[in-house]
């Protein structure tokens, strides 16, 4: 299901395994493990989550495609 991500133009890619996933609505929160202690949280829809088949315990891919990234110092 998630599959290949060869066709997909975003080039940061945190591999990581889903820690939870809560859905709400039309929304799902994701929360993956990925190098310890980070984790990455995002919201997708819940359609996308379940054509994922995601799922606490699995190996997934956080991919990041964004205009602009902002950081800040701790």
Known sequence: KGGETADV??????HGVVREVKTDGLLAQVELDVTEPTRILAII??????EL??????????????????????
């Open 45 to 50: 829809t819940r359609e996308a989550a379940e």
């Open 9 to 14: 133009s975003a080039r940061n890619r945190f």
């Open 53 to 74: 088949g995601l799922q606490k315990g699995m190996a997934a891919t956080a991919l990041v495609k964004a205009t602009s990234v902002m950081v800040k110092g701790d």
